[in-house]
């Protein structure tokens, strides 16, 4: 067979792959082919996903493909090394050389799926400072303004221009509000670094408490006999949501002379670097906030066995060992996770757990040992998939430990809201520290749980 016929069947069997086998076989299919014709698969891959709608890039960045290639490699040398170091505990001999190869290839695979998001970010981020044709003329007055503000610290005209800029926001006490454009670039930066930020229902308000219905119950119908006299059904049943948006402040420091360098990006430094601690912040709250003076995190409800679930708690399944999962048929218990969540749910649903979670469920094969749960994303979207379902990592999740809650698998747009209070602002201090000046910016954000069937836990027990 020539180079070209091998080639185009490879793309015949890959785009096969993709259209009639299940997600997870499809990504294993790709992940196999790349070994021997990435470039031609990767092509082949966007051009298919184009067609049906969804479009990874216009043109996939060199660095993407050659990072792809790289992981399937590694993917592959993992599952030869595991495989090896199975059949060695099963024989009873020494595994240690052939466990410090397994680890090493995973980190090895954890690394280039870093690798890969920041592409990805980078690929799909707006340069700052370009959003200028986008604003009205108040819009672009005030942003030269503040500019000059962040600059010199002439603030004699901010506020009317404030005004003028139509801007409404948190009451500034002393402060002064970031233009819009900035402020958008500070929560698109925080939404890179706030993983269940970027999966969550996001609202925008205007004052400091969001409050909301949701319906627990729907209404119920009965049957009636012929002749029969009817009588009242029962009504749905609602809950009332109360999220509160309460008040972070981040405070990056710049040395004056650094202030009078021309060259430097004083906008880009101080956004980017307030973006990155609000995500930091936000993101450990929303998995683990106590609510008070923060968000409320989902491992902060009450839960309850799934066979027992009620409204207002979230349903979990164990793990089968405590701080570990089951030494025997382990998948079977993710199985049991991925439904236990309801089949109206799981369209869109994502499962989210640490990096070294992660790691474990890699090693994990179905209870014949044919085929491994998880699958590399050929896209290089996600940091794969485990039977079919996406998984994206969060470092806020705690590590695996004994009666833990490692894992989550929700639909998060529909069981978590981020109530984000409209306004960012600043207090710049050049005064309090010599020779240094102070960007204190300040934002409200909440968070809270909107339905609680819609979220599910892992209990390592």
């Keep these: 067979m020539s180079t070209t016929s091998k080639r185009i069947a490879l793309m015949l069997?890959?785009?096969l792959a993709f259209i009639a086998a299940p997600v997870a076989y499809a990504a294993q299919t790709?992940?196999?082919?790349?070994?021997?014709?990435?470039?031609?698969a990767f092509e082949m891959l966007t051009k298919y996903m184009a067609s049906v709608g969804f479009i990874l890039f216009d043109t996939p960045p060199d660095e993407l493909k050659t990072l792809l290639v790289k992981q399937g490699?590694?993917?592959?040398?993992?599952?030869?090394?595991?495989?090896?170091?199975?059949a060695?505990?099963?024989?009873?001999?020494?595994?240690?050389?052939?466990?410090?190869?397994?680890?090493?290839?995973?980190?090895?695979i954890t690394e280039l799926t870093k690798q890969m998001n920041d592409v990805v970010k980078k690929a799909n981020r707006p340069a700052v400072g370009n959003t200028e044709n986008a604003l009205t003329e108040d819009q672009l007055e005030h942003r030269n303004a503040f500019l000059n503000f962040l600059r010199k610290g002439d603030a004699s005209s901010l506020s009317s221009l404030e005004r003028k800029a139509l801007q409404r926001g948190s009451d500034v006490d002393g402060g002064?509000?970031?233009p819009v454009d900035l402020a958008a670039e500070i929560d698109r930066v925080a939404g890179t670094i706030s993983v269940l930020r970027g999966l969550s229902d996001v609202r925008s308000i205007g004052t400091n408490k969001h409050q909301f219905r949701v319906k627990t119950k729907g209404l119920a119908a009965r049957w009636v006999g012929e002749g029969e006299t009817g009588g009242e059904t029962e009504n749905a049943k609602y809950a009332r949501i109360?999220?509160?948006a309460e008040e972070m402040e981040a405070e990056p420091h710049v040395f004056n002379d650094t202030l009078e360098d021309a060259d430097y990006n004083l906008e880009m430094d101080v956004t980017e670097e307030a973006g990155i601690a609000f995500g930091e912040a936000e993101g450990a709250a929303f998995i683990s906030g106590n609510g008070v003076k923060k968000p409320r995190g989902i491992l902060t409800y009450d839960t309850v066995a799934n066979g027992n679930y009620v409204w207002g708690k979230l349903g979990f399944v164990v793990s089968g060992a405590a701080g570990a999962f089951a030494a025997a048929n382990p998948g079977d218990n993710i199985l049991n996770l991925l439904h236990s969540l309801r089949a109206q749910y799981r369209n869109g649903a994502t499962l989210l757990m640490a990096d070294t979670t992660l790691a474990e469920v890699r090693k994990i094969k179905d209870g014949s040992g044919n085929f491994y749960l998880f699958n590399p994303d050929p896209t290089g979207n996600f940091a794969g998939y485990v039977l079919g379902a996406p998984v994206e990592i969060d470092d806020n999740m705690p590590v695996i430990g004994a009666n833990s809650f490692s894992i989550a698998f929700g639909n998060f747009k529909r069981g978590y809201r981020i109530v984000d209070r409209s306004g960012i602002a600043l207090i710049r201090d050049n005064i309090t520290s010599k020779g240094t000046t102070k960007f204190n910016f300040r934002k409200r954000v909440g968070g809270g749980v909107r339905n609680f069937e819609a979220i599910k836990?892992?209990?390592f027990a």
């Design 13 to 15: 069997t890959t785009a």
């Design 30 to 40: 790709v992940t196999t082919l790349a070994q021997e014709s990435a470039y031609v």
């Design 73 to 86: 490699e590694a993917f592959e040398k993992f599952k030869q090394a595991n495989d090896q170091l199975m």
């Design 88 to 108: 060695a505990k099963a024989e009873g001999k020494a595994v240690s050389d052939l466990s410090t190869t397994v680890e090493k290839i995973n980190a090895e």
């Design 176 to 178: 002064y509000l970031v």
């Design 242 to 244: 109360e999220i509160d």
């Design 457 to 459: 836990l892992m209990k």
